[in-house]
């Protein structure tokens, strides 16, 4: 095949495609005429079953349908062709040689969208299908505009809840999914557990190391502990250096050596810098309580799980700590 052969098959595949249905010869080879004239491309069909598995196979740009068929009739095609969603935005335009009033009525109710009678009118024919073809692009860029707004909302609202460095959830979106399951504890008589942990010395070694290498070591440490916790636990970024997970239906004596294994996952981790640590390696401060056993609601699970960290680093950093009273 030559180029120029090539480029006009391309051109040719990006007309708009007509199918015309009608069981008189003599009028599928006029309306071809007319539209083929246009510079439409023209696919033809005698019954409406035949046209149905046209559009099956090929998705017509609008379809010039006549009522008076064989079997299934124009209005009943229509009726078809509009209530599926994989063909009801396709324009109708129905013909008839009768020019009364009932049929456009009935035409109405099946969906069609636009009518020309018997004998046809080049002009008329011409003008209307160009309408309903513009009609349909401008509702096409619409859903188009429609589906990028959603994909935005999407992308702000998701945007809300994460945090920027890290990609984990922030702590609005900590506060509302730990709300949710202490209500779900309630409700289904299970427990909950809430370990906060800081990264031991970390603003010394950002002073130190400076911001770059620090958010390094944030990012590289939220991909340590995502890896090593479920895929039911709600792993966030509390603030600066602390974090928190929730681990729902889990007691404090399994939430204590879930913490335990971080700890000891993070103490053997390489960070960057970390070799030139004045303090030495990076380690974690973990702090844990539980629902109901320590707390009654979130606020109060929240200050005995961050006063048990507190704990943990008041007592030497690196270790894992538990409030074991509820006052």
């Known amino acids: 095949m030559t180029k120029p052969e090539k480029k006009n098959r391309n051109a040719s595949e990006k007309r708009d495609l007509v199918l015309v249905v009608d069981d008189e010869a003599n009028s599928r080879l006029l309306l071809k005429t007319y539209l083929s004239s246009a510079g439409y491309e023209v696919l033809t069909a005698r019954t409406g079953e035949e ?10 740009s609008t379809i010039i349908l006549d009522i008076m068929l064989p079997k299934m009739n124009g209005y009943e095609v229509c009726k078809k062709l509009k209530s599926s969603k994989s063909t009801d935005f396709i324009p109708v335009i129905l013909v008839t040689a009768l020019r009364g009033s009932q049929e456009r009525v009935q035409g109405t109710e099946a969906g069609a969208d636009d009518f ?3 004998p046809f009118n080049r002009v008329e024919l011409l003008t209307r299908v160009k309408s309903l073809l513009r009609i349909k ?8 505009k429609v589906k990028e707004l959603q994909k935005t909302q999407e992308k702000l609202k998701q945007m809300a809840v994460t945090d920027g460095l890290t990609g984990l959830h922030n702590y609005r979106s900590f506060m509302h999914q730990l709300h949710m399951e202490i209500s779900r504890s309630e409700r289904f008589h299970l427990p909950v557990s809430l370990v906060m942990l800081d990264i031991d010395f970390f603003k010394d070694y950002n002073d130190t190391y400076g911001h770059p290498n620090g958010d390094k070591v944030l990012k590289s440490f939220a991909e340590l502990v995502k890896k090593n916790i479920r895929e039911v636990d709600f792993f966030a970024r509390y603030g600066g250096e602390e974090f928190s997970i929730i681990l729902p239906g889990t007691d404090k004596k399994s939430a204590v050596k879930a ?3 971080l700890r000891l996952i993070v103490e053997k981790k390489s960070f960057p810098m970390e070799n030139k640590n004045e303090t030495g390696k990076i380690t974690i ?3 844990v309580a539980a629902f109901p056993d320590d707390a009654e609601d979130e606020k109060k699970l929240i200050r005995l799980a961050d006063k048990a960290l507190y704990q943990a680093k008041r007592n030497g950093r690196n270790r894992t700590a538990v409030i074991r009273d509820k006052n």
């Open 51 to 60: 046209a149905l598995q046209i559009i099956k196979e090929q998705t017509p």
């Open 116 to 118: 020309v009678s018997k």
């Open 137 to 144: 692009r401008l509702h096409e860029t619409l859903q188009t």
């Open 259 to 261: 913490a335990e294994k």
């Open 285 to 287: 401060s973990l702090g």
